[in-house]
């Protein structure tokens, strides 16, 4: 079992930025990848973005050149630095690690309004 802690959401004017953070229970370097999520009101929940134990990394489209995502094995956390957010980007950001079993943290709002 493992717990992750997301911490950093919050409301933000377009154009702005925030990084998010997941702070697992444990050490990372056991999952195959970590991944940030996101979930819209009435919208499915998407794959933003993830890195691999290599350090490989994705995006999804919609976000790509504006969002970065790092880990930290020595501090087991993940990160999340999002720039240039658009209103669009609203949505609860959720932490989860993938490996045989997967594990997810409880969330963290992210609002972009002015």
């Known amino acids: 079992q493992v717990q992750l802690v997301e911490s950093g959401g919050g409301l933000v004017q377009p154009g702005g930025s925030l990084r998010l953070s997941c702070a697992a229970s444990?050490?990372?370097?056991?999952?195959?990848?970590m991944d940030w999520y996101r979930q819209a009101t009435v919208k499915e929940r998407e794959l933003v973005a993830r890195?691999?134990?290599?350090?490989?990394?994705n995006y999804a489209d919609s976000v790509k050149g504006r969002f970065t995502i790092s880990r930290d094995n020595a501090k087991n956390t993940v990160y999340l630095q999002m720039n240039s957010l658009k209103p669009e980007d609203t949505a609860v950001y959720y932490c989860?690690?993938?490996?045989?079993?997967?594990?997810w943290g409880q969330g963290t709002q992210v609002t972009v309004s002015s």
């Open positions: 989860h690690a993938l490996g045989r079993d997967g594990y």
């Open positions: 444990r050490s990372i370097f056991s999952f195959n990848a």
């Open positions: 890195i691999t134990t290599g350090g490989r990394t």
